[in-house]
T-cell receptor
Framework: AQTVTQSQPEMSVQEAETVTLSCTYD???????LFWYKQPPSRQMILVIR??????QNATENRFSVNFQKAAKSFSLKISDSQLGDAAMYFC???????????FGTGTRLAVRP | GAVVSQHPSRVICKSGTSVKIECRSL??????MFWYRQFPKKSLMLMAT?????????EQGVEKDKFLINHASLTLSTLTVTSAHPEDSSFYIC???????????FGSGTRLTVV
């Protein structure tokens, strides 16, 4: 079974600075998809960024980018120019090639200091 | 974009009663929907996968007689918590699978409190 590990329960960053959230996963598949979701205090799950495993290029969405290391099974999220609105729980998630169900990590709570 | 509407957002019910939570896909057809439970400061725990027109598939340890799931149409899935007890109090979230590997879109969640 696939597992997703987020080893940082909590992180803190100064506004306007950069922070990296870690995620590792375990799988025997070669084709899969990885996601970062944000859950603000409203509890609404919001897709931040998506990476297809067959793509070597790291995904980027404005201030959010990933460092995808397939061999190391690592998928970290970098948030640049952090804003107060970035404060939230961040979940890393895995989706197998069969497109069945998402497997979530345990989450990282990000605090942004003004 | 694809939107999933979940209602109610909050519900308080008495112990022993049943409560129904609805999850609707507003602008797309959702063949498959998922129901999650989330404890405070914890991750999402998948409870069951709901497929339109067929029985739901429950994860190990989830009581299917307690958490009844119905997916009668391509736009509506419901979760009914039967004979609710205080330990059923939690945050419940639904999601719908989008076409292809584009992830999932989530409802806004339901906070259930059983008193």
């Amino acid at each position: 079974a696939q597992t997703v590990t987020q080893s940082q329960p909590e992180m803190s960053v100064q506004e306007a600075e950069t922070v990296t959230l870690s995620c590792t996963y375990d799988t025997s598949e070669s084709d899969y998809y990885l996601f970062w979701y944000k859950q603000p205090p409203s509890r609404q799950m919001i897709l931040v960024i998506r990476q297809e495993a067959y793509k070597q290029q790291n995904a980027t969405e404005n201030r959010f980018s990933v460092n995808f290391q397939k061999a190391a099974k690592s998928f970290s999220l970098k948030i640049s120019d952090s804003q107060l609105g970035d404060a939230a729980m961040y979940f890393c998630a895995y989706l197998g090639s069969s497109g069945d169900k998402l497997t979530f990590g345990t989450g990282t709570r990000l605090a942004v200091r003004p | 974009g694809a939107v999933v509407s979940q209602h109610p957002s909050r519900v308080i019910c008495k112990s022993g009663t049943s409560v129904k939570i609805e999850c609707r896909s507003l602008d797309f057809q959702a063949t498959t929907m998922f129901w999650y439970r989330q404890f405070p400061k914890k991750s999402l725990m998948l409870m069951a996968t709901s497929n339109e027109g067929s029985k739901a598939t429950y994860e190990q340890g989830v009581e299917k007689d307690k958490f009844l799931i119905n997916h009668a149409s391509l736009t509506l899935s419901t979760l009914t918590v039967t004979s609710a007890h205080p330990e059923d109090s939690s945050f419940y979230i639904c999601s719908a699978a989008l076409d292809g590997p584009y992830g999932y879109t989530f409802g806004s969640g339901t906070r259930l409190t059983v008193v």
